[in-house]
């Protein structure tokens, strides 16, 4: 059974940083690529990051590009997200997911809140 639990989300001020990490488990973690979206309540569901199976590819939204970095460490099955030049609008539940077949699962999320 794939479970994804989030970590590391939390209140910061604006050009703070915060690292989170989305621990894996129930699938083989090397093989899969994963993603963080990041939700806002009335907003649609948004890809952040996602970073391929070995880590040597990874893309970024527009608005987090040079401010964001996805990594993974397979040997920990874990994904990360350093955030860092936070913004009030980053504030969001950022979710780790992974298409697993033809289901794609998402963990609970962890609430990132900037502000001053």
């Known amino acids: 059974q794939v479970q994804l639990v989030e970590s590391g989300g939390g209140l910061v001020q604006p050009g703070g940083s915060l690292r989170l990490s989305c621990a894996a488990n129930?699938?083989?973690?090397?093989?899969?690529?994963m993603s963080w979206y990041r939700q806002v309540p009335g907003k649609e569901r948004e890809l952040v990051a996602s970073?391929?199976?070995?880590?040597?590819?990874?893309n970024y939204a527009d608005s987090v590009k040079g401010r964001f970095t996805i990594s993974r460490d397979n040997a920990k099955n874990t994904v990360y997200l350093q955030m860092n030049g936070l913004k009030s609008e980053d504030t969001a539940v950022y979710l780790c997911?992974?298409?697993?077949?033809?289901?794609?699962?998402w963990g609970p999320g962890t609430q990132v809140t900037v502000s001053s």
């Open positions: 970073i391929s199976t070995a880590g040597g590819s990874t």
């Open positions: 129930g699938f083989t973690f090397r093989n899969y690529p």
């Open positions: 997911s992974t298409l697993w077949g033809l289901v794609r699962y």
